[in-house]
């Protein structure tokens, strides 16, 4: 019987614009091999929440797509509480920031397979600032056997 491996890395990540997505495949299958963790899972997480994570085409077109369908969904400036004085503490008024993060997840999990991650062809693991630019600090932990 072998025995469950869990393996846990962080990296940083500097965003350049208030909102940016990036991909950060390679970055999450490179840490892969050193766990030696053959069939398993990989749990992608952030420490933030203004930022999120998910899974799709990393592609120009989409990406801008992507912008665009979380403007239209959440305005940067409503009126939202969190970034009023009289409700809340915040200063930053990035309250379309978490709203935004919210919809689209903080948290990817992916299997491990063969010591490698097995994504389509076409899937990335995205990265979104939605709140930059910052540094962030995005949490990966590998289990398995």
Not at 33 to 54: C, I, Q, R, Y
Request: one cysteine or more; hydrophobic letters at 40%.
């Amino acid at each position: 019987m072998q025995a469950l491996k869990v393996v846990r890395k962080t990296f940083p990540l500097w965003s350049e614009k208030r909102t940016e997505l990036l991909d950060i495949t390679k970055q999450i299958q490179d840490s892969v091999p050193s766990a030696d963790v053959k069939e398993g899972m990989v749990l992608v997480n952030s420490f933030h929440t203004t930022v999120a994570l998910f899974v799709n085409e990393f592609q120009g077109a989409l990406i801008e797509g992507i912008k665009t369908l979380l403007e239209r969904l959440v305005k940067e400036r409503s009126g939202y509480r969190h970034d009023d004085p009289r409700y809340s503490d915040c200063e930053r008024g990035n309250a379309h920031a978490h709203l935004r993060a919210m919809l689209l997840g903080r948290s990817v999990a992916l299997g491990v397979s063969g010591g490698e991650l097995p994504l389509g062809r076409f899937q990335s693991i995205i990265f979104a600032e939605l709140d930059g630019p910052r540094e962030r600090t995005i949490d990966v932990q590998i289990i398995g056997i």
